[in-house]
């Protein structure tokens, strides 16, 4: 089966439908859309919508007999230190010295999985869970996409460097379908990830705080002159994960929403966390100090 078309036709939703139940194996590229000046008409006949040509690759998908066994995306970094960082499995020296091994010693992600199996850093079954959970994530992104070109090759495999963790696609399109739902409402709740974040005043506002590794990676971004499009880049996060963890820590009363500071529209590069012995550094120290006491409490 070899398929072109355009996400606006043919929805990702549809593309894996199809590819499940006729137990394809082959690829499926999705690609940035390059406007053509033309229009196109939609199915329904009434609907003309812009005409897109395939540009550069932007995600890619591998299946073998209708499972998904491979994802990634440019966005997204794949690299397996990094996954395992993202999931909580290794802190962030240990993911960077790891990587710079790794990429010293030209090693795969197969050769590299078993060295940190070897050496204690994880488990097999730390890597599997991790893998798993970084391919579903591309999917759930690429099932919010609306308009791009795309591109399924049968047959193609995936890069044999690569761990393949076969995945059934019939839960990935039920879940994927109920994050789209929420996708919209958090897209309601934060329009504008142009918009800065700032701690609330007032600690003894918060309310049933427990955070996790991601959490805890945007709390030290969180500065007035930072946006929250620079914490996602900064943290390796799409827009529906940094959507979701702003809008808990606003319903947790630990951060309010406000305008980036002027230096913020001049400066590309995001600030880091704000160094000791400063007021602002004083703030977080005490934040800090007020969520884990509330995270030890049964």
């Known amino acids: 089966m070899a398929l072109k078309g355009n996400l606006a036709v043919f929805t990702t939703t549809q593309l894996l439908n199809l590819i499940n ?14 406007e053509t ?7 329904d006949g009434r609907t003309q919508i ?24 440019q966005s997204k970094d794949g690299h397996l230190a990094s996954i395992l960082q993202r999931s909580g499995k290794l802190n962030e020296e240990q993911s960077r ?4 091994r790794a990429e010293a010693l030209k090693m795969s992600d197969k050769g590299l999985a078993l060295s940190l199996i070897n050496a204690n850093y994880v488990t097999q079954k730390d890597i599997i869970q991790s893998i798993q959970k970084h391919t579903v994530s591309i999917v759930f992104d690429l099932m919010t996409w609306k ?5 399924f090759k049968e047959g193609d495999q995936a890069p044999a460097s690569r761990i393949l963790v076969p995945i059934d696609l019939r839960n990935i399109i039920i879940e994927g379908t109920r994050i789209q739902n929420e996708q919209l409402e958090l897209e309601k709740e934060i329009p504008n990830l142009d918009m800065a974040l700032r701690f609330a005043e007032d600690p ?7 955070l996790g590794a991601n959490e805890w990676r945007v709390v030290g971004f969180i500065n007035p002159k930072n946006s929250i499009r620079q914490i996602a880049k900064a943290c390796n996060m ?17 951060v309010q929403m406000v305008k980036p500071q002027v230096e913020a529209k001049r400066r590309p590069d995001i600030r880091h966390p704000v160094p000791r012995n400063t007021p602002d550094r004083d703030v977080v120290n005490r934040l800090i100090t007020k969520i884990k006491t509330i995270n030890k409490t049964p």
């Open 21 to 34: 139940l006729s137990k394809r194996s082959g690829s499926l590229t999705i690609f940035e859309g390059v």
């Open 37 to 43: 000046g033309e229009k196109m008409m939609l199915g």
């Open 50 to 73: 812009d005409k897109l040509v395939a540009g550069k690759p932007l995600a890619r998908l591998n299946f073998r007999e209708g499972k998904l066994v491979f994802a990634e995306m």
């Open 97 to 100: 010295l790891i990587r710079q």
């Open 147 to 151: 308009r791009e070109p795309f591109e």
């Open 204 to 210: 003894s506002s918060f309310k049933n705080i427990k």
């Open 238 to 254: 799409t827009d529906t994960e940094i959507r979701r963890i702003v809008y808990a820590l606003l319903q947790a009363g630990l």
